[in-house]
Nanobody
């Protein structure tokens, strides 16, 4: 009964903003590490941002200063605020929760940045 439901994707023009949400159930949310990955068509999946259960944060270099990962333990939800979006940010974005050998993925949400 582990579920991750992503929302907030869509079509946006360059320079625009989107906020992705990942609502979870079936886990003790506060003790899991959270991450956002993305996969552009024909390319490898890559880590975009991560926040650990201890609140340590890492970002892919190309999104630093533009994206912000956060978590709300009370709501059992992770977020990715994306500002100043660029065409190269176009991808399917996946929420991930992990702890030790356990790893769970959301269904993915499409983000398209285009004029």
């Amino acid at each position: 009964q582990v579920q991750l439901v992503e929302s907030g994707g869509g079509l946006v023009q360059p320079g625009g903003s989107l906020r992705l949400s990942c609502a979870t159930s079936g886990i003790i949310f506060s003790i899991y590490n959270m991450a956002w990955y993305r996969q552009a068509s024909g390319r490898q999946r890559e880590l975009v941002a991560a926040i650990t259960s201890e609140s340590a944060i890492n970002y892919k270099d190309s999104v630093k200063g533009r994206f912000t990962i956060s978590r709300d333990n009370a709501k059992k939800t992770a977020y990715l605020q994306m500002n100043n979006l660029k065409p190269e940010d176009t991808a399917v974005y996946y929420c991930n929760v992990n702890r030790w050998s356990m790893n769970f993925w959301g269904q993915g949400t499409q983000v398209t940045v285009s004029s």
